[in-house]
């Protein structure tokens, strides 16, 4: 079976941050995503992690300067200087924390003018951290709207016209799911370009069990089709954390 992570952005969060990965070892989890490492200090979210023995996986860009609920800067025309201090903030507390991905966030962003500023700042980023794995993730428009990630496709193509060994997709089922209508398909198009996988119950986004994806099968497909990274449970669970980890099983 995959090696599964924990999002403790949204797990445990009956516990401080820094407990949680503590939590999320005992609950049997190899290692830890942490979405925004910006608003604790980032020694007491090392000190967690290196109390549980636990890697973190995965990290996002900072939103934007002014919080002002871009959901990020990559993709925004205009925001090229905004764009490469959040990134450089984030190499910091990456290298701290020794996270193996930053996933990029897109921004609310549309049109030709979005793209383009995408694909620079991506081919930027990948050139100024070569030896940090950089993930970008296409995001459904009902949970986002207006993020300018919005497709696998459009996803694939940005990834081959960078062309950076550096900058992976970051394949969620759950937004898969609600994108294509097809998590299987899905995979068979894009799973060769994945570096992290994400999982979350559908309709609800809760707990990866039951609902409308087959989770069984597709972690069977992952295991079969030889992907090494990590699976991070992403979701809001339906009770206690520690009340909905069956599917662990």
Do not use: C
Request: glycine share 10%.
């Amino acid at each position: 079976m995959p090696r599964f992570a924990a999002n403790i952005t949204m797990l445990f969060q009956e516990l401080p941050l820094h407990a949680r990965p503590m939590a999320a070892r005992k609950a049997g989890f190899q290692a830890v995503e942490l979405l925004f490492p910006y608003d604790e200090p980032v020694h007491r979210i090392r000190d967690g992690l290196v109390h549980a023995g636990l890697p973190l996986v995965l990290i996002n860009t900072p939103l934007s300067r002014d919080k002002a609920g871009r959901r990020g800067l990559a993709a925004v025309p205009g925001a090229e200087e905004d764009f490469a201090e959040a990134f450089r903030r984030a190499l910091r507390v990456a290298k701290v924390l020794g996270a193996g991905h930053i996933h990029i966030m897109a921004g609310l962003a549309e049109g030709p003018e979005a793209r383009d500023r995408f694909i620079r700042n991506l081919a930027w980023a990948a050139a100024t951290a070569p030896d940090q794995s950089l993930t970008i993730e296409p995001i459904n428009p009902h949970d986002m709207p207006g993020y300018f990630l919005n497709d696998f496709d459009l996803a694939a193509e940005v990834l081959d016209t960078v062309g950076a060994p550096n900058l992976a997709l970051q394949f969620d089922a759950y937004h898969a799911r609600r994108i294509t209508g097809d998590v299987a398909g899905a995979w068979d198009r894009h799973g060769h370009r994945a570096a992290h996988v994400q999982v979350a119950g559908y309709p609800g986004r809760h707990e990866p069990a039951g609902g409308e994806i087959d989770y069984p099968a597709f972690f069977a497909r992952l295991e079969a089709d030889g992907y090494a990274g990590f699976v991070s449970g992403e979701y809001t669970p339906a009770g206690r954390t520690e009340e909905g980890l069956g599917w662990l099983a």
